[in-house]
């Protein structure tokens, strides 16, 4: 959480009044933002947690119940870092409060209670700020794939793949491991769930990552659809604008175990169309499910949680930082792509060119499939490389060129030009250096000493590198 100032310190009359809820483990990675604010309460079920927070906010009034904590005099917000099974209750008692939340994901861990904190928010939401932790959601690649998509990098949408690789297999709940310590209010830790004995494997992961100790079982949250696919799944929901669901289909090759959440599962979600795409099926996989390989080359079980989206003209691989465009078939994605190309980081662009069955070599060596001429015309030497699907040019003039002619001509739409970098002579006989990336280009000083030529490569029949060389050494 931050809302600190955005330049500045922050003034003393901007400050929220805020309870933490929960206030070790994950709530630590909050301590350094909460600091810009008046933590005035914090609860926690066992008071080993609890004096970390009064360490970090030693004015705080400390609460071991959490629902006497939304009572707090003066309470603005709730910043909520428990068990999952206590989001969705603690959110509602915040609503019913009019209080502003911050809620780690899940929000709920069952169809009733999201559609509950739903229909509690809906009267509610233009009045109060609330949030679901997201953290990873503020990686710039999730904007970065959304727009990919919007643009046409994949063509149509048609199928989402989404996974994640983690597998806690559990026979059923720990047996009964002796009495809480003192430190610990087991029973307000059960909360709303059933009762079930202790054992101190409910409480053995480190902070922070102490889920991963109960949330596999069903009175306790939803395994890993909950946990990483909360985060994963969000790659999805921030491209595909999707409402609810019409139809879900869940498979598993486990038996049912009325206590445990599968390990390996996997869910198909089928959403209606809208005004950009058709209607389209998202499916997740976890615990070893996982979707098909896209080529020979890309093996996606080394993605650990990632998503695949499937359009007719491409696919779009990628994890929370990171996305690699795959081109499909003789009207590569690339086409549908090249107006915003410059989005995409320059390592994936080089992907996108191995990925289309044209290794980078090939457009230089690969007799097979391409063909080199060489030949002086009208003062420049010209290297002219044909491939079915790419080509490249490499232009050397020996004189002046109007740049600015040269440069109109490779953004135009239908020019087909992926992309070009070099150096040229403009008509000054300044040096100068050029890129252009999709119908995007860029004019720069030359550094000193280099000398003139520019590789362009493009997408066929669009592009044509012979008569791009004849244009340019003509002077445009």
């Not at 932790?133 to 199928?159: S, W």
């Not at 087991?186 to 990552?209: I, M, Q, T, V």
């Not at 669009?462 to 004849?470: T, W």
Request: charged share 20%; aromatic share 8%; hydrophobic share 40%.
């Amino acid at each position: 959480m931050n809302a600190k100032a955005l330049f500045g310190a922050n003034p003393a009359n901007n400050r929220l009044n805020i309870a933490l809820i929960g206030a070790h483990g994950r709530a630590s990675a909050h301590y350094r933002h909460l600091k810009d604010e008046n933590v005035v309460a914090i609860c926690d079920v066992d008071k080993k947690n609890l004096a970390h927070g009064e360490r970090q906010f030693p004015e705080a009034k400390t609460y071991e119940d959490w629902r006497k904590c939304p009572d707090h005099p003066g309470l603005d917000a709730i910043l909520c870092c428990t068990t999952d099974f206590t989001h969705a209750f603690i959110a509602n008692w915040a609503l019913n409060r009019n209080l502003h939340v911050y809620m780690e994901k899940p929000l709920a861990i069952t169809v009733h209670e999201a559609r509950t904190v739903r229909e509690n928010w809906i009267p509610r939401k233009d009045k109060i700020a609330t949030q679901v932790g997201m953290q990873r959601h503020a990686e710039p690649n999730f904007n970065r794939v959304r727009e990919l998509i919007h643009d046409g990098a994949v063509g149509n949408l048609k199928d989402v793949f989404v996974w994640g690789n983690r597998q806690i297999p559990k026979p059923g709940h720990f047996p009964p491991g002796g009495k809480p310590p003192e430190t610990l209010n087991y029973d307000l830790w059960l909360g709303p769930s059933p009762h079930h004995p202790y054992n101190p494997e409910y409480f053995s992961g480190r902070p922070g990552a102490n889920c991963l100790e109960w949330n596999m079982f069903w009175d306790f949250g939803i395994g890993q659809m909950g946990d990483m696919g909360s985060h994963t799944m969000d790659i999805v929901w921030n491209v595909i604008d999707a409402e609810l669901p019409h139809t879900i289909k869940s498979k598993s090759p486990e038996k049912i175990n009325p206590d445990v959440t599968p390990v390996n599962l996997t869910s198909s979600f089928y959403f209606p169309k809208n005004d950009w795409r058709d209607e389209l099926r998202v499916t997740w996989f976890q615990g070893g499910a996982m979707p098909n390989n896209p080529s020979k080359w890309v093996d996606l079980k080394k993605i650990g949680h990632g998503a695949m989206f499937k359009g007719d003209r491409g696919l779009l691989v990628c994890d929370f930082r990171q996305r690699m465009l795959i081109p499909v078939g003789d009207a590569a994605a690339l086409a549908a792509a090249h107006e915003t190309i410059a989005n995409v980081a320059p390592h994936a662009l080089s992907l996108e060119v191995e990925r289309a069955s044209v290794p980078p070599e090939a457009l230089l060596s690969d007799a097979s499939e391409a063909t080199r001429s060489r030949q002086a015309h009208d003062g420049a030497t010209r290297d002219a490389i044909v491939h079915p699907r790419f080509a490249s040019a490499v232009l050397r003039p020996e004189g002046p060129v109007d740049i600015d002619s040269l440069l109109a001509r490779l953004t135009a739409s239908g020019a087909g030009v992926v992309r070009a970098k070099g150096f040229l002579p403009d008509a000054d006989g300044v040096m100068r250096a050029l890129q252009v990336v999709g119908s995007r280009a860029t004019v720069e000083a030359a550094p000193e000493g280099v000398a003139a030529g520019m590789m362009v490569i493009g997408l066929r029949p669009e592009f044509d590198p012979v008569a791009f060389a004849d244009l340019a050494a003509g002077g445009a």
